[in-house]
């Protein structure tokens, strides 16, 4: 059975910072993508950044410089380092897997990431 299971988020003041962490299992994710996407209320899920199995990374045009994401394909986990929190980074944060052998650049497009966790809330005051 996979899982994807996030844990980290939390109540944090603007200009904080916090660790998302994302474990997988159920399957070898070792040639899969693991990105990080977020639904704010009353808006849709958007992209906020993914690692490749070969440790190429893309971001989200509003957390570049302040969110850093990494993976350890040993232990099947994902991390989205988020400094600099902005009331605006309010949201659910979900950890998605997408199997993408040939490496490269990962992908933002969520219809692609085939495994999805439960999410996670984050919440920045200001």
């Known amino acids: 059975q996979v899982q994807l299971v996030e844990s980290g988020g939390e109540l944090v003041q603007a200009g904080g910072s916090l660790r998302l962490s994302c474990a997988a299992s159920?399957?070898?994710?070792?040639?899969?993508?693991l990105g990080w996407f977020r639904q704010a209320p009353g808006k849709e899920r958007e992209f906020v950044a993914a690692c490749s199995w070969i440790s190429s990374t893309l971001y989200a045009d509003s957390v570049k410089g302040r969110f850093t994401v990494s993976r350890d394909n040993a232990k099947n986990t994902v991390s989205l380092q988020m400094n600099s929190l902005k009331p605006e980074d309010t949201a659910v944060y979900y950890c998605?897997?997408?199997?993408?052998?040939?490496?490269?650049?990962?992908?933002?497009?969520?219809?692609?990431?085939?495994?999805w966790g439960q999410g996670t809330q984050v919440t920045v005051s200001s």
């Open positions: 998605a897997a997408n199997f993408r052998p040939w490496g490269g650049t990962p992908s933002s497009t969520q219809d692609l990431y085939v495994y």
């Open positions: 159920g399957r070898d994710f070792s040639r899969y993508d």
